[in-house]
């Protein structure tokens, strides 16, 4: 059988293995991107593409100033790369799948914004705790769409590594995952081909529907194949 190969797009600090092991549990092999000197470029036998978590995206992207009361760690190298890496993914139809900082990026280049420090805010849920990654940290609800395909109608527990949350949702996204007062946490784009969650699957994938998700990219990109080479008569 032959296995779809999966664009993994990580930043230098964060640990590919995880995403890479999510993958294969699937069925799939990963191709780790990193950001470097040179352009990066999805070759014709890739099927689908995860933006996975790590450094934050440079508010700057969604016009704002980098916000002096949290930390600045931001990954503009990492911005530059992810740009290209989605240009080139939607001009192909790939399956695209955002996990955490992948979430937050993919809605920015759809033109939306983000909040910056969630504890400055109206949100009581925790959503960076000091616990191990795959603690549950509050519950969501999926309220329609795949989402609720995958994870049902009822609420449901998740794990939370992050500080930074939507704040407008990016142009033909649709919100369908939310905390119990309010927060997006999953969206998706069926004409994009897109399902993006703001926890991280990855560290629960013996949870049969956090393992849904990546199986359900897997499928997608099975369906959609490696790119078609024309084929160049000999001594052309």
Not at 111 to 121: E, K, W
């Given at each position: 059988m032959q296995h779809a190969l999966i664009a993994i797009s990580v930043g230098p600090a964060t640990d590919p293995l995880p995403y890479v092991r999510a993958i294969e549990r699937v069925g799939c092999t990963g191709e780790v991107f990193v950001p470097g000197p040179q352009r990066p470029v999805l070759s014709?036998?890739?099927?689908?593409?995860?933006?996975?978590?790590?450094?934050?995206?440079?508010?700057?992207?969604?016009?704002?100033?980098?916000?002096?009361?949290?930390?600045?760690a931001v990954d503009e190298p990492r911005d530059e790369m992810e740009w290209d890496l989605m240009?080139?993914?939607?001009?192909?139809?790939?399956?695209?799948?955002?996990?955490?900082?992948?979430?937050?990026?993919?809605?920015?280049?759809?033109?939306?914004?983000?909040?910056?420090?969630?504890?400055?805010?109206?949100?009581?849920?925790?959503?960076?705790?000091d616990a191990p990654r795959n603690t549950m940290a509050h519950t969501?609800?999926?309220?329609?769409?795949?989402?609720?395909?995958?994870?049902?109608?009822?609420?449901?527990?998740?794990?939370?590594?992050?500080?930074?949350?939507?704040?407008?949702?990016?142009?033909?996204?649709?919100?369908?995952?939310?905390?119990?007062?309010?927060?997006?946490?999953?969206?998706?784009?069926?004409?994009?081909?897109?399902?993006?969650?703001?926890?991280?699957p990855e560290e629960l994938i013996d949870h049969p529907a956090q393992r849904s998700l990546f199986e359900l990219l897997a499928a997608r990109a099975m369906a959609s194949g490696p790119m078609e080479i024309p084929h160049q008569p000999q001594g052309v």
């Open positions: 014709p036998n890739i099927a689908g593409i995860m933006f996975c978590g790590g450094a934050a995206v440079h508010p700057s992207r969604f016009g704002q100033d980098l916000d002096p009361n949290i930390k600045k240009g080139q993914a939607l001009a192909r139809d790939l399956p695209i799948l955002g996990i955490c900082r992948g979430f937050q990026m993919i809605n920015v280049y759809f033109g939306g914004t983000l909040t910056q420090n969630l504890a400055a805010g109206q949100w009581k849920d925790v959503h960076r705790p969501v609800h999926a309220r329609s769409g795949q989402l609720q395909a995958v994870f049902g109608k009822d609420p449901f527990e998740v794990n939370s590594i992050h500080r930074q949350g939507i704040n407008v949702l990016g142009h033909g996204l649709k919100a369908t995952v939310f905390t119990q007062d309010g927060l997006i946490e999953g969206y998706e784009s069926g004409a994009r081909n897109i399902l993006a969650v703001q926890w991280h």
